[in-house]
């Protein structure tokens, strides 16, 4: 008996949905063991960081704040990713986002009001878009891998970001920390009363639904998912491959940006050499463990929050180190593309053939 893989027609829609539920209950399990191994309580940790942040209330708001930027983010890439093109810089789009933000607020001084806001979220989207666009041409003019170029970029943001705020944006009374000023109360997102969830939170739950019925509902999402699944069909449909590469990658710079901005705004309000958290690259999870579909996203996003906040409950519950929840979001991330095999790939049984007798020899 031996296995042999038989590829689908077309993806197993219950695969789609077991798979990434698999790969998170798989992540817990394998954490339990491997803490129960080195000497942690494994089943206490595995509880405080995937289910005592929703069990607990008061850190429903923390798990909102940080899964607004990773939902904002994975959508973008999420488009990309259905035309097989593969933003990996997003964390640098993230950075210049907000320091476009921030350009505008030391524009303005300490003049505030809806307007000033309004332009900073709007430069962190242009700003995200234009540094997306770099790799953009340089895959469609020259074909230069995108992971590459965009990644690289990454790192490029991360000077200029040094550059900025250890120099000409510099707060005058930080007491020579590199940092930009506070922002003005007037030039910050508005906030639920009591609460520390801002406006972003918000555009986060809505803007999924609104990439649902353009991806699914539109013309440009009909000609994303068929220049990722076929550039041949594509180029015989009378879509343009390249304006699509162009177009997904400013919608995913474009998205970090906004994502960057609204963290500025709403949470920070200022920028120190500190700010780049790493969505950018956890957001790539999210894409994934949400199928790259907009609501997955959500929900996915979500778990990935979940997870950030757990991490630090853990941390002064059972001392686990800091690093822990990027641990599990590597499993999570390990799983659920292993996984992908058996969306794609049907497992059969092929018996073995038994060996023909060997006739005898007449004497």
């Not at 850190?59 to 097989?84: H, Y």
């Not at 003049?111 to 962190?124: E, H, K, Q, R």
């Not at 000609?223 to 590469?245: C, L």
């Not at 920028?271 to 790493?278: K, Q």
Request: proline fraction near 5%.
């Amino acid at each position: 008996m031996r296995l042999k893989l038989e590829k689908r027609r077309e993806p197993s829609l219950a695969m789609l949905v077991i798979t990434p539920i698999a790969s998170v209950i798989l992540t817990m399990v394998i954490g339990i063991v491997v803490f129960d191994l080195i000497g942690i309580k494994g089943f206490k940790a595995v509880v405080d960081i995937f289910l005592s942040p929703i069990l607990a209330s008061y850190k429903w708001q923390d798990v909102a704040l940080k899964a607004a930027p990773l939902v904002i983010i994975a959508l973008g890439l999420s488009v990309g990713n259905r035309a097989q093109v593969w933003n990996i810089g997003a964390e640098g789009q993230y950075v210049i986002g907000a320091l476009c933000a921030a350009g505008v607020g030391v524009g303005f001084g300490t003049t505030g009001g809806f307007f000033v806001v309004l332009l900073m979220v709007l430069a962190g989207i242009v700003g995200g878009g234009v540094w997306a666009t770099v790799p953009a041409w340089l895959r469609t003019r020259f074909n230069v891998n995108e992971i590459l170029s965009s990644l690289m970029l990454t790192y490029v943001a991360l000077q200029v970001l040094s550059y900025l705020v250890g120099g000409p944006w510099k707060d005058p009374n930080g007491r020579n920390f590199p940092a930009t000023a506070p922002l003005d109360p007037s030039q910050t997102l508005p906030v639920w009363h009591g609460s520390t969830v801002h406006l972003g939170v918000l555009i986060a739950l809505i803007l999924p639904f609104v990439f649902w019925v353009v991806m699914a509902r539109s013309e440009f999402g009909y000609q994303v998912r068929v220049v990722g699944s076929s550039p041949t069909a594509a180029r015989h449909g009378g879509f343009d491959g390249r304006s699509t590469i162009f177009a997904t990658l400013i919608i995913s710079g474009a998205m970090a940006g906004l994502a960057g901005a609204l963290e500025f705004t709403g949470v920070l309000h200022k920028i120190d050499l500190g700010f780049p958290s790493g969505y950018g690259f956890t957001a790539i999870i999210v894409a994934f463990l949400g199928r790259l579909n907009p609501i997955g996203c959500l929900i996915a996003g979500t778990v990935l929050a979940v997870t950030y906040v757990g991490g630090q409950m853990a941390q002064t519950s059972v001392h686990i180190p800091n690093s822990t929840a990027g641990i599990f979001q590597a499993m999570m991330l390990f799983f659920i593309l292993a996984s992908d095999i058996l969306v794609r790939y049907r497992i059969r049984v092929i018996p073995s053939a038994k060996p023909a007798p060997i006739a005898k020899a007449e004497v």
